[in-house]
DNA sequence: CTAGCGTCA
DNA sequence: GTATTGACGCTAG
């Protein structure tokens, strides 16, 4: 039934049908007619309405002990509604509309308090916009308390590698499996379809969908994972997106004009010193330019080849190699830093822009390994490390000023308000410490001395005592400590070590005879993950690695990597992501806290806290 | 070494 | 002209 004919005798009875309810099944429709079930539909489309099929009885009596077998979801369902809500108001009608709009939200907020579970594809965007669209009447602690599935991401906990499947590919899985249903060729091309009646019949198959897929997690040991962090995540970054970070518009813009600027010095430089003009950006025209007019790579052994074409590489570690033979080398390593710093970090967050605020897209799907990804911008990804550049400055008194620039003091905290930022510290190293019980690691972590893993390792490898290791080489002892861990080849670990492979492989062979328990429980995982096909992170999330028992070598000492270094970053993922349940559900609970979850960077959640809360929150 | 995303050719 | 792919460089461990 379409809401807006209904009488208030028969609204009454509708709410009280929800009331009643097993199950929602809802969809957004969008303006171009398009639902959340049509794979890959662009977010330019507004927001048209939401469809809801309202489940009065249950095919599957109690949601995590059924038997699949009888599922006969075509002639069961007499007494289930499909509801449509429209969302979205012409200016015409105010009196009508008004009583409209209330009541649509009216029927949304019962839905979300009643804890009766929700099935949607996408569940967090259609959250998002619930949020979006009901600011003023619903707050982000309400949703929170919501019940939602997503049949997404049951089937990608089912297969994690499997990033994006579409709605039409779940249809197909998971209903030609049991026995084939009268399928009616119309999901081969539903893309335009608009008729709710299709669309009742593809909610439907979706709470099947669902239904199976909750019984496949369920054997697959995946049913703790998805309702205790799989599923209080969706909430989490649908309540996360909605809160907008503040930038630095002004700021944005003069050292986007700064870094312009550089980047033009740099590139007449680059023109001189080669004797020509030819395009910075270009690593072909870069090529020619240092190997076959200047022949550098003549002068230095051994240089990076590219993979495919095997030819002369133009990468960092090269060029850092020919510093020495050739001015340009170091103006293209300049160029090249100054240059991403602009087109990623500035440029590229102006882009996210919208009156001065960014929000960040994020992928509860994106990875095989359970960790999050998020898009425009890809807050994940932003550069810790200022750069120094100098400016030359036509002001009388000084030619020139060195600024540095750091992307992330770009984003601000509103007023008030400050950034708060909680992080585990070493937690895959933490983890394999745990899982391999390594005496040694162990040890480290135990004494109450040791700050900090990957400085005492560069302390007591470079010989400088402790107050000296700079930043760089600590980062340079958890490179090391990362790649050694999980398999790196002798001339990884050179490019990493700044030494030969032979001094690397050395550094490999003392390593492991130091830590040996590392290498014990490298080979148990690779041993396991050969008789059963896939690893298992702490938390039960499951990797397939199909090529395991490959035959090509290549394939298989990859599928050894990644099953290695599944378990410990799945399970560190495991571990961030009860973190952020459990600090997001007490601040739900909590009648006073306000504080607003604004990203996760893997192991670090970075809130927006009340000046007044800090304590307190903290 | 393993996960990602953005930019450029 | 548009779409895809590989190389590179930044993040996180």
Known sequence: CDIRSLGYEEKRKLLATIEKAVAFVTTMIFQD?????????????????????????????????????DCTWDAANEDDKLIYLKTEWSSLWEQEQQ???????????????????IICFNAKDFLRTLLQVYGNE????????????????????????????????????????????????????????????????????????????????????????FCTLELPLIKILAVMETHKIHVNKQELKKTSEILGLRLKELEQEAHQVAGERFLLTSSHQLREVLFEKLKLHTLCEKVHRTEIQQLVSTSEVVLNKLQDLHPLPKIILEYRQVHKMKSTYVDGLRMCMRKGFISST??????????????????????????????KQYIKGKEEEIVTISPRTLFVSKKGYTFLAADFSHIELRILADLSSEPELLKLFQEPETTDIFSSLASQWKGIPSEQVKHADREQAKRI????????????????????????????????????????????????????????????????????????????????????????????????????????????VSPNLTARLIAQLHDELLFEVEDSQIQEFS
């Open 33 to 69: 007619g398009s639902s959340q079930l049509n794979s890959e539909q662009v977010l330019t489309s507004s927001v048209k309405g939401v469809v809801v099929l309202v489940k009065n009885q249950t095919d599957y009596p109690c949601l995590p002990g059924y038997s699949s077998t």
């Open 99 to 117: 009583a409209h709009k209330k009541f649509t939200w009216q029927v949304l907020f019962q839905m979300l308090r009643c804890k009766v579970p």
């Open 138 to 225: 619903i707050s982000w602690k309400q949703v929170a308390d919501s019940v939602v599935l997503d049949p997404r991401i049951a089937a990608w906990l089912i297969n994690p590698s499997d990033t994006v499947p579409s709605f039409e590919c779940l249809i197909q899985k998971y209903f030609e499996k049991p026995f084939s249903v009268e399928t009616v060729n119309t999901d081969t091309g539903p893309l335009r379809n608009t008729s709710y009646q299709n669309l009742g019949v593809n909610l439907e198959k979706l709470y099947n969908v669902m239904m199976d897929l909750a019984h496949d997690l369920q054997v697959q040991g995946l049913w703790k994972l």
């Open 362 to 391: 994020w992928n509860q799907t994106g990875t095989a390994t359970g960790r999050l990804s998020a898009k425009h911008p890809n807050i994940q990804g932003i550069s810790k490390h200022p750069i120094r550049i100098t400016k």
């Open 481 to 588: 400590v990362y790649s050694v861990v999980y398999g790196a080849g002798k001339e990884r670990l050179a490019d990493c070590l700044g030494t030969t492979p032979l001094q690397a492989s050395q550094f490999i062979e003392s390593f492991m005879q130091k830590y040996k328990k590392i290498n014990e429980f490298t080979k148990k995982t690779i041993e396991q993950c050969r008789n059963k096909g896939y690893v298992v992170s702490i938390m039960g999330r499951k990797r397939p690695l199909a090529n395991i028992n490959a035959q090509d070598y290549k394939l298989r000492t990859q599928a050894e990597r990644q099953a290695v270094n599944f378990v410990v970053q799945g399970s560190a993922a495991d571990l961030c992501k009860m973190a952020m349940v459990e600090i997001f559900t007490s601040v739900v």
